[in-house]
């Protein structure tokens, strides 16, 4: 097991700042999880990392020890690539053993390194076979068997699960938790799916724009995200964004007009910097939608209904209100039941919002306000 610490790291591309002063930890045994939208840098990090880039700036620490003039092989680390990158002409028992036999490792000490991956992975009746011969599935067993037979100090992953299909990688998420847990080892995992975050991580770093939005547990992001990138970003279907104008304040409150809602709402808010005359922007999360028309309300009509069974996802076209940054692109308020709710595209519906189920943001996007659950 090794702490993994990244400090100030800068990487150019030329005139392209691709990561701009990142700093992160991975604690010994750590899962931790790097996630963000394509472009944000992800895999330039971890790349930077496997010392398959030369960074412009910073150190990348193992226990300590700065890494970043040593050769990839002489790192302590294995990557996991999304694409497999298996040998074509080789076996699986080849593949896995490939990193050991170039170290000139004894031939004994291979075969059980293998054989042991094998097992782990469940995968010892495949070793005899060639890549062609795989499944999806499989082949990144095996690239994740070759990471293994490494016994790195860190082991880090970009996006493995994303050429799966949705079957296999929910259980291919729940195995290579089981696969943390049984190696205990350091790993860093990079995904842009905020769901693999979410279940797989001990903690997430959000990552935007070459930037560190912010880290922390799955949770700890989701119920008090330090901004709207986050609180956007983790949760699906996203959070609904309103704008809105603070139309009295006192101590403990602060009371918010948008066009379109029933009544004003009455927010608690202790925050100092807010005045009355300010925009804000208010966040309600899917689930956060009451049934109960008493209060103030949201109006419209269903636009589309995914009755899953025992929960029910809507869209709400509230017009003129619209929510913004969301993922129907009509602006649609996203709704989510758990329970069955028997409505057709159309029909009308009011929902309740609870002033203290709330999130607020400022004009930068900085949380002001979180629901009282979690203040
Ligand atoms: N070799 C390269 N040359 C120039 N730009 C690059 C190179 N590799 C990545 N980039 C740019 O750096 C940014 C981060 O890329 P990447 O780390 O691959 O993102 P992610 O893995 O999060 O999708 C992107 O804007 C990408 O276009
Ligand atoms: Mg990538």
């Known amino acids: 097991m090794a702490e993994l610490e990244i400090r100030n790291l800068i990487k150019d591309y030329g005139a392209w700042r691709a990561i701009r ?43 300590g020890r700065n890494i970043g003039g040593l050769e990839p092989s002489d790192r302590g680390v294995a990557m996991v690539f ?22 000139g490792r004894p031939r004994a000490e291979i075969d059980a390194a293998v054989n042991r991956a094998a097992a782990i992975l469940r995968i010892e009746s495949q070793l005899d076979k060639k890549p062609k011969a795989l ?42 938790g089981r696969l943390h847990a049984e190696l205990g080892a350091t790993m860093v995992y990079v995904t842009h799916d905020q769901t693999e975050a979410m279940t797989m991580a001990s903690r997430i770093v959000v990552l935007n724009g070459g930037r560190v939005e912010q880290v922390g547990a799955p949770l700890e992001l989701y119920n008090r995200p330090a901004n709207r990138f986050v609180a956007g970003f983790l949760g699906s279907p996203r959070m609904n964004f309103i704008a809105a104008t603070v139309v009295a304040r006192d101590g403990g409150t602060a009371t918010l007009h948008a066009d379109g809602l029933s009544g ?32 103030i309300t949201l109006s419209g009509r269903v636009s589309v209904i ?47 919002i609870d002033p203290t189920g709330l999130y607020l943001f400022d004009t930068e996007g900085r949380a002001i306000a979180w629901p009282s659950a979690h203040a």
């Not at 045994?29 to 910073?58: D, H, Q």
């Not at 037979?149 to 970009?158: E, G, M």
């Not at 009455?266 to 309600?284: E, N």
């Not at 509230?318 to 028997?342: K, M, Y």
């Open 306 to 352: 995914e009755s899953l069974g025992r929960e029910t996802l809507l869209y709400l076209d509230a017009a003129p209100l619209r929510a913004f940054d969301s993922e129907s692109l009509e602006g649609h308020f996203a709704v989510h039941r758990t329970r069955q709710i028997t409505a057709r595209p159309g029909d009308p519906l009011r929902l309740g």
């Open 135 to 176: 499944s999806g599935g499989q082949k990144q067993r095996v690239a994740i068997g070759r990471a293994i037979t490494r016994s790195p100090q860190v082991f880090l992953f970009d996006e493995p699960l994303s050429n799966l299909d949705a079957a296999l990688r929910s259980q291919m998420r729940i195995e290579l």
């Open 82 to 103: 999304q694409n497999y990158a298996l040998y074509p002409h080789m076996t699986v028992r080849q593949n896995m053993g490939f990193a050991l036999r170039v170290a």
């Open 21 to 63: 002063d990142t700093s992160f930890t991975a604690a010994s045994g750590e899962f931790l999880v790097m996630v963000g939208p394509s472009g944000c840098g992800k895999s330039t990090i971890l790349r930077s990392i496997a010392g398959l880039e030369t960074v412009t700036s910073g150190q990348i620490l193992i226990d």
């Open 264 to 295: 004003n709402l009455v927010v608690p808010l202790a925050q100092a910097a807010v005045r009355t005359g300010d925009s804000v922007t208010i966040g309600i999360r899917p689930e956060a939608f009451r049934d109960d028309p008493g209060g």
